[in-house]
């Protein structure tokens, strides 16, 4: 984990304000919105989506759905934004959804929800030792 001082694109943040007013978030109130972009560059939005017997989707599972619906199948980089300037990280269950995607390069960076970078991780800070395709026995 790393503090940052480099800018995210205004077309990443843009982006991430659009979903975030998006979300479905009658329950919680707590509207999130990631941004995952492919090593092509393709950019996947989403934003979570809450029911009322209270099992949602989080943001981060909803552009991991729309990038695999699109035919891809690896994360460069991955956008979180929560609703405060308080760190608003990936859940565990998100965690791991990443990492099935990711690449020790793939970077993970949470900003505000004023759109300021807060923090950039590694996969590895944000999944230590984590669990992954290469752990299955082959099939």
């Given at each position: 984990?790393?503090?940052?001082?480099?800018e995210?694109?205004?077309e990443?943040?843009?982006?991430l304000?659009?979903?975030r007013?998006?979300?479905?978030?009658?329950?919680?109130?707590?509207?999130v919105?990631?941004?995952?972009v492919?090593?092509?560059?393709?950019q996947?939005?989403?934003?979570?989506?809450?029911?009322?017997?209270?099992?949602?989707?989080?943001?981060?599972?909803?552009?991991?759905?729309?990038?695999?619906?699109?035919?891809?199948?690896?994360?460069a980089?991955?956008?979180v934004?929560g609703?405060?300037d308080?760190l608003?990280t990936?859940?565990?269950?998100?965690?791991?959804?990443?990492?099935?995607?990711?690449?020790?390069?793939?970077?993970?960076?949470?900003?505000?929800?004023?759109?300021?970078?807060m923090k950039?991780?590694?996969?590895?800070?944000?999944?230590?030792?984590g669990?992954?395709?290469?752990?299955?026995?082959?099939r």
């Amino acid at each position: 984990m790393s503090q940052q001082t480099d800018e995210v694109s205004a077309e990443i943040v843009e982006q991430l304000f659009s979903a975030r007013a998006n979300a479905y978030v009658p329950y919680s109130a707590h509207p999130v919105a990631s941004v995952m972009v492919t090593p092509d560059g393709q950019q996947f939005a989403g934003t979570n989506v809450e029911v009322a017997h209270y099992k949602g989707l989080c943001a981060e599972a909803s552009a991991i759905s729309a990038m695999i619906t699109a035919g891809q199948r690896q994360l460069a980089t991955v956008y979180v934004m929560g609703p405060g300037d308080h760190l608003c990280t990936p859940c565990g269950d998100c965690r791991q959804r990443i990492r099935e995607f990711a690449t020790p390069e793939t970077q993970i960076k949470v900003l505000s929800g004023s759109g300021k970078l807060m923090k950039t991780y590694s996969m590895e800070a944000l999944l230590p030792d984590g669990f992954g395709p290469e752990q299955l026995p082959p099939r």
